[in-house]
């Protein structure tokens, strides 16, 4: 039996994600699954981020969602992100070599920043241009 992949949209915002997740789920319906702040302590974290969302994962409706306060351009980039979550190492690895292929890897695969730091992720723009955020366990965590 082939794995099951879910896709998750990826929405990222410029300061003001938490209230617009709490949009949504009043529009729409859902609920809050995860959410990390940005902290001190948080490798490379600037003022301006301090308490804001690093990372929420949501439901609208039946729907899995993902979405993140983004501080690294002058504007708010709505083109959508696509994150897929991935069991081990390897596998994003191999998932990421072929997204790669024609495209970018925007950043490698490494340990996400504290309090997220049971995970991995990495970045990628295909060659159709899309952006996929690839995630796994951490399997230095474990």
Known sequence: MEKKIEIIPYLSFKGNCEEAI???????????????????STFEATPEQIGKVMHVEFALGSTRMAAGDSFDGAQVNTDIKLMIHMDSKAEALRTV???AQGGTVLSPLKPHPEPDDGGCGSITKDRFGYTWIITCPNPDKR
């Open 97 to 99: 070599s072929i997204l």
């Open 22 to 40: 709490q949009t949504y789920i009043a529009a729409f319906g859902g609920e809050i699954h995860y959410l990390s702040r940005w902290s001190e």
